[in-house]
């Protein structure tokens, strides 16, 4: 396993969130947690989770395999570029259209007067899925030159446009506030693009694309083709669960009181901190040279670098796990209370961050593991497990969102995390697990999480008795 590349791209990863963070915290005091910020959220809740699908391996994960084995690579890429963008523009396009149904869709408990004011930010929110798949496909094409930086530090460019926005309208009326920020996310996409446009260029990837559209008549590309259509939508599913079931989960939010989806939206994002920058980060380097591995028979070595990555996952989700379920209302004091973010706001975010926290550790392991599965194309298999994932936590949404409200939501996510991981490590072969667990590191974690955990208490403690004592 290539350290240097996992760190560069959480480092890259980090940065990215941490601008995000700081959009947030401008959000939260623009907008706190009432109607207006409900409603951005959920226009934006759709192309997000694309993005997020898009970018954070399943178009990756099953185009990697058939670009590798490609024997014209120029042409098949330049084919699955076309194709997908003639979809999503037109697809866009009829979201521009019928805005209404699409919201309706995502916010069945609202009223028809709130679908008609989001109505026109679904529309100019939309237009982002068309701009990040562009930027995936192009950050895809980066990875395959094992250049992780450029899509890592990308997002960035995303944070910056909404925060510039924030700036320059955080005084104006909330509404003001809702369209500043869905025109700032259009920009952010076009900067992203052209981001990874230049890195393109230096790595002389553009003669491949522009090489693939000039002899894409004269290359048979169809075995790639049929390849790349059994892999797509079982990478989708297989990569997605955590996505759907935070899209569901923000569905089933519009039916609770009023801020529930905005807890849930400041809550995921403390969450996928971590996640991002350790989980996915590792996932993302670790998974060309799984694929290149496998694909020359070289299971030992994959073996080997599963190893190393677990036992770098297992600690630092670890202490993520520890820190974001016993620090969570001082991290949610520290990054949203202000402005129309109120304590009471503060105690109901932190509630649904404890309970997404406990999904961080299964979440992450099982993206480690289902590497081998991509790999070995068994898109299929990792898609009906991901079904499972989300039946169970679609299940305990629908059980636990009355008598738990949001925090009923985001705690029934972890527990479709566990049924992930239980599923995946099954698949892969328990064996597996086993032979890495198997050492006297397993004891050195749990005293270390031990200790830890003390430590994160007692700091708790003294934090707390500072920001809750009047001054």
Do not use: C
């Not at 009432?34 to 409603?39: A, K, L, R, V």
């Amino acid at each position: 396993m290539k350290l240097k590349s996992v760190f560069t791209n959480s480092f890259g990863i980090l940065i990215s969130r941490v601008s995000g963070l700081i959009r947030d915290v401008l959000m939260a005091s623009a907008l706190g947690a009432s109607i207006w910020s409900d409603m951005f959220f959920v226009a934006f809740k759709l192309p997000n989770l694309f993005r997020r699908i898009f970018a954070e391996g399943a178009f990756t994960q099953a185009f990697m395999p058939s670009f590798i084995a490609s024997r014209h690579k120029g042409v098949f890429a330049t084919a699955i570029f076309m194709r997908f963008m003639l979809f999503l523009f037109f697809f866009s396009l009829a979201i521009s259209i019928f805005p209404e149904l699409i919201t309706k869709l995502m916010a069945w408990g609202w009223s028809s007067e709130q679908i008609d004011l989001t109505a026109p930010l679904t529309t100019i929110n939309f237009w982002y899925l068309d701009l990040i798949f562009i930027v995936t496909f192009l950050g895809t094409l980066l990875q395959y030159k094992e250049h992780f930086a450029t899509t890592a530090l990308s997002t960035v460019l995303l944070n910056i446009a909404m925060i510039a926005a924030l700036y320059i309208y955080i005084k104006a009326d909330p509404k003001t506030v809702a369209y500043a920020l869905s025109w700032a996310v259009l920009a952010g996409g076009v900067l992203q693009i052209i981001a990874h446009l230049i890195a393109l260029k230096y790595f002389n990837l553009h003669r491949l694309l522009t090489g693939g559209w000039k002899y894409r008549k004269s290359k048979n590309i169809h075995d790639e083709n049929q390849q790349f259509k059994k892999l797509f939508m079982p990478g989708v599913l297989g990569n997605s669960t955590p996505q759907i079931s935070a899209f569901v989960d923000t569905t089933l939010a519009t039916f609770l009181a009023t801020g529930s989806v905005s807890y849930l939206f400041y809550a995921n994002r403390v969450f996928q901190l971590p996640l991002a920058i350790i989980a996915i980060a590792t996932a993302t380097v670790l998974f060309p040279s799984v694929s290149k591995a496998l694909k020359n028979n070289q299971h030992e070595a994959a073996h080997q670098s599963l190893s190393q990555a677990f036992w770098l996952l297992l600690v630092l989700l670890g202490i993520s796990t520890l820190g974001g379920i016993i620090l969570a209302e001082p991290i949610v004091h520290l990054l949203f209370e202000r402005g129309k973010f109120a304590l009471a706001q503060t105690l109901e975010t932190t509630r649904v961050l404890q309970m997404y926290m406990l999904g961080l550790l299964p979440f992450g392991l099982a993206k480690l593991f289902s590497l081998f599965l991509y790999a070995s194309y068994q898109h299929r298999k990792a898609a009906k497990i991901a079904i499972y994932s989300l039946i169970a936590s679609t299940l305990a949404s629908l059980i636990l969102m009355y008598p738990m409200g949001a925090a009923g939501l985001a705690l029934a996510g972890s527990i479709g995390g566990f049924v992930l991981f239980f599923y995946t490590v099954r698949e892969v072969g328990f064996d597996i697990l086993w032979r890495i667990l198997r050492t006297k590191r397993s004891l050195y974690f749990l005293a270390a999480m031990t200790v830890t955990g003390i430590a994160l208490y007692w700091i708790n403690g003294l934090i707390m008795g500072y920001i809750r004592t009047p001054q």
